[in-house]
């Protein structure tokens, strides 16, 4: 099986990584805290932080009621959007907002927000077909509330 999402203990997780993790806390909890004054006050530089911030995210065993928003780049063709859409309610995941920018020189960014139910499917294997869709060029999880 071909995965881009894992699951691993954090004694397996490079300290670089939880340092970003820990750098996302502090900010999301001190109000006023520069990306600067954290990264300082962990230990790590901002651009290793920028490098890996979008790509490690703490995991809860209790994901239900979470709200995550994908970032897609993909081809403006007809019928994408609908099969992306599809696969999202095949996943019995709520979708919250949908935004489409307009294409340009034929490539679209989708920002699509959903929350995870307790009805919902595995959420990387969603993710996964998604990715695979023939038009889209990346996905990104760029937020998980």
Avoid: C, W
């Avoid at 095949?90 to 959903?114: F, G, M, W």
């Avoid at 499917?121 to 969603?126: P, R």
């Avoid at 993710?127 to 999880?141: P, R």
Wanted: proline share 3%.
């Amino acid at each position: 099986m071909d995965s881009n999402y894992y699951v691993i203990k954090k004694k397996a997780v490079p300290e670089v990584l939880l340092k970003v993790v820990e750098v996302k806390r502090l900010l999301a909890t001190e109000r006023f805290m520069t990306i600067q004054e954290a990264t300082e006050k962990i230990g790590l530089s901002r651009s290793s932080f920028y490098k890996y911030k979008d790509d490690i995210f703490p995991f809860h065993e209790n994901e239900k009621g979470q709200t995550i928003t994908l970032a897609i780049q993909m081809d403006d063709m007809p019928g994408l959007l609908a099969e992306i859409l599809q696969e999202i309610a095949e996943y019995k995941a709520n979708i919250l907002t949908i935004h489409q920018s307009i294409p340009l020189n034929r490539v679209a960014t989708l920002t699509i927000s959903v929350e995870i139910l307790s009805t919902t499917g595995n959420i990387s294997d969603m993710v996964n077909e998604i990715e695979n869709n023939e038009g889209v060029h990346y996905l990104k999880i760029v937020g998980r509330e």
